[in-house]
């Protein structure tokens, strides 16, 4: 590889329709939220690994129409006011230490007020251990879509696409040496293509094979 300057540039990540790789693996959940309006159930649960696209496929749904985008560690009471003004509700990262009574009365004002409710979790929404009867009845009604696991098109498309986010040119035979090395899981993926611009950063040299071979050593 020839010589390169070693700069940092902002990290910009690119979330439009364009540029989702679609593959076997999400090709459901990215059928369903381009099928919008025309969505077959109101709610919708979208479960995943972290770093399997559904940040990027509540993107694509925000562009189309007006959402209310939130992390579910930042809910409380004040979400039913701005909830008023929009069309869909899209809560990030369920976690299990959400108010039930909160989630419950959400998935109500969505129902009763013909809005939409799209829930990003880890695991499946059916798999929470929640106590709350009402809520329990109300998770058994949801439309639930699984991300799986990547395939090597897909993995291969992400490398590009992270590398792409942080302004860093690669050569594919590069790719395709870090695509037969690297655990196929999306958050690893994440963590090397971080903790090798880390690396050279702190090394202060380009991009190389050598550098490749040394980060994927340590993560």
């Given amino acids: 590889m020839n010589d390169q300057l070693v700069l940092k540039f902002p990290e910009h990540r690119a979330y439009k329709r364009e540029d989702f790789y679609v593959s076997p693996s999400n090709q459901e959940a990215y059928d369903f939220i381009n099928s919008w309006p025309k969505w077959i159930k109101r709610i919708v649960n979208i479960f995943g690994p972290p770093g399997s696209g559904k940040s990027h496929l509540s993107t694509i749904l925000k562009n189309k129409t007006p959402c209310l985008k939130i992390n579910s560690s930042e809910l409380n009471e004040k979400i039913f006011y701005k909830f008023k003004t929009k069309e869909v509700l899209i809560i990030e990262n369920l976690n299990e230490k959400i108010s039930e009574e909160l989630l419950f009365s959400l998935w109500n004002v969505a129902l009763?007020?013909?809005?939409?409710?799209?829930?990003?979790?880890?695991?499946?929404?059916?798999?929470?251990?929640?106590?709350?009867?009402?809520?329990?009845?109300?998770?058994?009604s949801c439309l639930i879509i699984g991300i799986n696991l990547p395939s090597d098109d897909l993995i291969s498309a992400i490398i590009t696409k992270n590398f792409s986010d942080k302004q860093i040119l690669v050569e594919k035979k590069h790719i395709d040496y870090i695509l037969k090395r690297i655990d196929r899981s999306y958050e690893k993926i994440s963590q090397f293509i971080l903790t090798l611009d880390k690396y050279s950063l702190k090394k202060g040299t380009p991009f190389s094979l050598k550098l490749i071979k040394e980060v994927l050593k340590m993560i």
């Fill in 112 to 140: 009763q007020d013909n809005k939409y409710f799209l829930i990003n979790s880890i695991k499946p929404i059916s798999s929470y251990k929640f106590k709350l009867p009402d809520l329990i009845s109300r998770v058994k």
